[in-house]
């Protein structure tokens, strides 16, 4: 069964590409997908849900397919974090978007790979939903870029919004350039699964049910907590 576009909507941080939809559904569909469910979040939201999210993921029973794919490649590039004022401070608007933009490869993120795991060079031709995977990396700077458009969309009311402070605003500003050079530094070359719905594959991907290769979330915070400098709690 399809679900509404109204409910489509509803769904956060989700991944959806409309050139498979048009198979999945053989048609034109509506394409309406980033970001109007979201527009009352706010950075300490925003931030504290990527933290839970980390920290608490439980599994899903609904699209996991046990081991994961990985795409070929190793941590292995030196990249110096820097500040980048396009990145943090320009305004919203297809400029800023461009640049945003520009971080995505054609396609999406979206892959071909066989059963066996090869990858499939394109070749012109519409994917195959039952060859079609996402590489995490992509999937993550979306959701970044969703968060950050989102947040901005909030600006309008900024009685409403006390993260508009300027010391403050200069804090989240920050976070988004800096976060964006985290996902790019620590690329998730996992390949995420489409959603089902029953048998059947969906032209879409809300990320959960993959298994990725992590940091062991508990053990680094056990082991940070233990050389603490502060006795000071809290995520402000
Ligand atoms: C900031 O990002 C833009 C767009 O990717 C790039 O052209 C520019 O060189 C970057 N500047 C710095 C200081 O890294």
């Known amino acids: 069964m399809q679900t509404s ?9 989700l991944l959806d590409d409309k050139w498979l939809r048009k198979q999945e559904h053989g ?3 509506s394409w309406r997908l980033w970001g109007t469910g979201i527009l009352c979040l706010v950075a300490g939201f925003a931030l504290g849900a990527l933290f839970h999210r980390i920290s608490t993921s439980t599994p899903q029973m ?9 795409a070929p490649f190793e941590p292995s590039v030196k990249v110096t974090f820097q500040p980048n004022d396009t990145f ?20 999406r993120g979206f892959v071909q790979v066989t059963p066996n795991g ?7 031709s519409t994917s195959n939903l039952h060859n079609t995977k996402v590489v995490s990396a992509f999937h993550q700077i979306h959701c970044l870029n969703m968060l950050r458009k989102s947040l901005y969309a909030s600006v309008g009311e900024p009685e ?17 350039d800096y976060l964006r050079q985290v996902l ?10 489409l959603e089902t719905s029953g048998e059947k594959l969906l032209a879409r991907v809300d990320g959960w049910g993959t298994e990725h290769v992590c940091v062991d979330w508990r053990a680094l915070k056990a082991w940070t ?5 502060t006795d000071d709690g809290g995520i402000d």
Not at 89 to 107: F, K, S
Not at 118 to 124: K, L, M, T, V, W
Not at 160 to 176: A, D, G, L, S, T
């Open 5 to 13: 576009n109204d409910e489509r909507e509803d769904e956060m941080g």
């Open 27 to 29: 048609g034109r569909v």
């Open 62 to 70: 609904s699209h996991g397919h046990g081991k994961s794919l990985v």
């Open 88 to 107: 943090a401070y320009a305004t919203p608007g297809p400029e800023a978007d461009a640049v945003w933009e520009a971080l995505m490869p054609l396609g």
């Open 118 to 124: 090869e990858f499939i060079p394109h070749a012109g």
């Open 160 to 176: 409403k919004f006390r993260y508009m402070v300027p010391q403050i605003e200069h804090h989240w500003r920050h976070c988004f």
């Open 184 to 193: 790019m530094c620590n690329a998730d070359v996992t390949l995420e699964n």
């Open 225 to 229: 907590e233990k050389h603490r400098g």
